[in-house]
């Protein structure tokens, strides 16, 4: 069963990068990078598309080298339904992520990606810190 990570290219998620690629190499098991578009304006949509590509790939071939199989998704819309969305069609096992710098505050107003995904996700979740 494959590893689906959360991936948004800020430092939790290079940190919980980090970590799904080591658990891929012990487990043996592939590895899913995920991430969303957020923007809703065409043209924000493509600036955006372009920087998560970026990162995407960047982390991609971080896990290629570490001799891991890897398989890049992004898609359009919100992060946390998308995940558990993915993961179920892929059937994962197990989604990384990682735990943000956000302030009680801010988790409260903004809400919070992974705490969305621990309370909905129907398979094991690791956050990273």
């Known amino acids: 069963m494959p590893i689906i990570l959360a991936y948004d ?5 290079r940190r919980a990068l980090d ?14 990078i995920y991430s ?16 998560v590509k970026n990162y995407v790939g960047e ?13 890049s ?3 359009p819309g919100p992060a946390a339904e998308n995940i558990l969305a993915a993961a179920s ?18 988790r409260a107003v903004l809400g919070s990606v992974s705490q969305h995904i621990v309370n909905h996700a129907k398979c094991n979740v690791v956050i990273v810190h």
């Open 9 to 13: 290219g800020r430092s939790a998620a």
């Open 73 to 75: 998704v992004i898609e």
């Open 89 to 106: 069609r892929f059937g994962c096992d197990i989604i990384v992520v990682g735990r943000s710098d956000k302030t009680i505050i801010d």
């Open 36 to 51: 969303s578009i957020v923007s809703r304006d065409v043209i924000e949509r493509e600036d955006e598309f372009a920087e």
């Open 19 to 32: 970590f799904a690629i080591n658990y891929a190499e012990m487990s043996g098991l592939p590895l899913y």
């Open 59 to 71: 982390a991609e071939a971080k896990a290629r080298e570490a001799g891991i199989e890897v398989h």
